[in-house]
C-alpha cells in the first residue's frame, strides 16, 4: 500500500517551459487536493477535485491547470512556467473531508529559472 | 476572511518536558480540526482530527484539544522526546470541502 505518490521529486524548468506533476493514490479515495508551500506562507490550496471527471478552484489557481480523468489519478499542469512557481508542490487526497484526514505525498521541490 | 494562526513560529524545549503548541481560528462555525506533523524534506502526516462535536482527542502521548467558541485549538506533547523534532501544523475545515492551514510551529527537542 503505496499511500500518495507524487512524481518526480524534483525538476528544474526554464522560464516558459511547461511540465506535469503527477499524483497517484491506492486508498479509493474520492477527493484529491494540490498545494504548494512557502516559506513564511504555509500550505496555499491551488485545486482540487471531489471524484472522478472534477475540478475546482483553490485558493492560488492562476497559470495552473489539473485533470482527474481516472479516480486514482489527479494532474497538475504548468503551462508557461515563471519564477513565481518555484515551490515545493503537495498532493493529497482524502474520503469524506467532514471526518476523514488528508494523506499527503512527500512532495515534488520545482525550481524555475 | 477565514484564517488560522500557529504561535511562536518556533519553540525549543528540553526532552522530557512536557508541551503545548497553540492554534487559533476566526470562524467557530467548523467541521473539524486537524494536526499535522511535518518532517524536513517531507509530506504532512496526520496526527489527530477533532470533529466539531468532540472537545479532545487522544493518540499516545498527543492530546489534541478544541474549544470552538474561543476559536482555540491545543496540541499538548506529554514527556517530549528528540524524535519529536518536526513542524506542526494546525488545519481547518470550516466547511467548504478543503482545509485552512497555519504557517505552523518548528518544534526543537533539546537532548
Known amino acids: 500500500n503505496a499511500g500518495v505518490t507524487q512524481t518526480p521529486k524534483f525538476r528544474v524548468l526554464k522560464t516558459g517551459q511547461s511540465m506535469t506533476l503527477l499524483c497517484a493514490q491506492d486508498m479509493n479515495h474520492e477527493y484529491m487536493y494540490w498545494y504548494r508551500q512557502d516559506p513564511g506562507m504555509g500550505l496555499r490550496l491551488i485545486h482540487y477535485s471531489v471524484g472522478e471527471g472534477t475540478t475546482a478552484k483553490g485558493e492560488v489557481p492562476d497559470g495552473y491547470n489539473v485533470s482527474r480523468l481516472k479516480k486514482q489519478n489527479f494532474l497538475l499542469g504548468l503551462e508557461s512556467a515563471a519564477p513565481s512557481q518555484t515551490s515545493v508542490y503537495f498532493c493529497?487526497?482524502?474520503?469524506?473531508?467532514?471526518?476523514?484526514?488528508?494523506?499527503f505525498g512527500d512532495g515534488t521541490r520545482l525550481s524555475i529559472l | 476572511k477565514q484564517e488560522v494562526t500557529q504561535i511562536p513560529a518556533a519553540l525549543s524545549v528540553p526532552e522530557g518536558e512536557n508541551l503545548v503548541l497553540n492554534c487559533s481560528f476566526t470562524d467557530s462555525a467548523i467541521y473539524n480540526l486537524q494536526w499535522f506533523r511535518q518532517d524536513p524534506g517531507k509530506g504532512l502526516t496526520s496526527l489527530l482530527l477533532i470533529q466539531s462535536s468532540q472537545r479532545e482527542q487522544t493518540s499516545g502521548r498527543l492530546n489534541a484539544s478544541l474549544d470552538k467558541s474561543s476559536g482555540r485549538s491545543t496540541l499538548y506533547i506529554a514527556a517530549s522526546q528528540p524524535g519529536d523534532s518536526a513542524t506542526y501544523l494546525c488545519a481547518v475545515n470550516f466547511g467548504n470541502e478543503k482545509l485552512t492551514f497555519g504557517t505552523g510551529t518548528r518544534l526543537t527537542i533539546i537532548p
Open positions: 493529497a487526497s482524502s474520503y469524506w473531508p467532514e471526518n476523514q484526514p488528508q494523506h
